[in-house]
């Protein structure tokens, strides 16, 4: 089953807008990672937040992480058309060597 | 250095046949994990293999199965492939299991069952 579940399935933004995702999860983690995949190909990583963080930066993307609400956001800002993709955020449990569990993912479009 | 290698990237089988998918990872990682991702179900975990064990498996039949060789390359096998089965295969390896590793996904293999 689905450990995370992202807001909205989709979305469709202009180009330079923000674009902003939102996961939630249902037991305690470890750590949080987002990837991105493009049209039916690998996922990419994006960046890992760990349990005792609360905000994550890198590029154009900001992560952040509230584990009292089990959820997190991802941020990117100034979208580019390249950052059309699916996003997911996957949650590896806090009794560890589990497997990361994957969200259904948004849908993200940016019209140039 | 090389990424992690998915091979065939298509397949097309027929009901009842059997299939077996091939995954390189990156040179050092022990860790292979295998997804299926469908339009409906998601991401679905398979398995995980480190240093040729399997650590986890996820809640498919037993017409699944895999393995992990000394070299770390891994093969996923699905008997009596049925309708259902098609679907985008993903291998993905990391340096160690669960942690903080980071999991680096191959192109895929889709399979379509006819």
């Known amino acids: 089953s689905q450990q995370g579940e992202e ?3 989709a979305l469709s933004i202009q180009e330079g807008e923000n674009a ?16 991105r ?15 005792n963080e609360r905000e994550k930066h890198s590029g ?26 699916s996003y997911f955020c996957a949650t590896e449990s806090f009794s560890g060597n589990t497997p990361l569990v994957f969200g259904k993912g948004t849908r993200l479009s940016v019209i140039a | 250095k090389a990424g992690v290698t998915q091979t065939p990237r298509y397949l097309i089988k027929t009901r009842g046949q059997q299939v077996t998918l091939s995954c390189s990872p990156i040179s050092g990682h022990r860790s292979v994990s295998w997804y299926q991702q469908t339009p409906g179900q998601g991401l679905q975990f398979l398995f995980e293999y480190f240093s040729e064990t399997q ?18 390359r891994s093969e996923m096998n699905v008997s009596t492939l049925e309708l259902g ?18 999991a680096f996904f191959g192109q895929g293999t889709r399979l379509t069952v006819v």
């Not at chain 1, 902003?20 to 990837?35: A, E, G, H, R």
């Not at chain 2, 089965?85 to 980071?102: I, P, W």
């Open chain 1, 7 to 9: 807001d909205p399935q």
């Open chain 1, 20 to 35: 902003t995702m939102n996961c939630s999860y249902k037991t305690s983690i470890n750590n949080l990672q987002w990837y």
């Open chain 1, 37 to 51: 995949q493009n049209s039916g190909r690998g996922l990419v990583h994006l960046i890992l937040i760990r349990s």
């Open chain 1, 60 to 85: 154009r993307l900001r992560v952040t992480l509230d584990t009292s609400k089990k959820s997190s956001s991802l941020l990117i800002t100034a979208s580019r058309a390249a950052d059309t993709a």
């Open chain 2, 55 to 72: 650590r986890n498996k996820g809640n498919f039949p037993g017409r699944f199965s895999g393995r992990q060789f000394s070299n770390s």
């Open chain 2, 85 to 102: 089965d098609s679907a985008l295969y993903l291998c993905a390896s990391s340096q160690s299991t669960g942690g903080l590793a980071e």
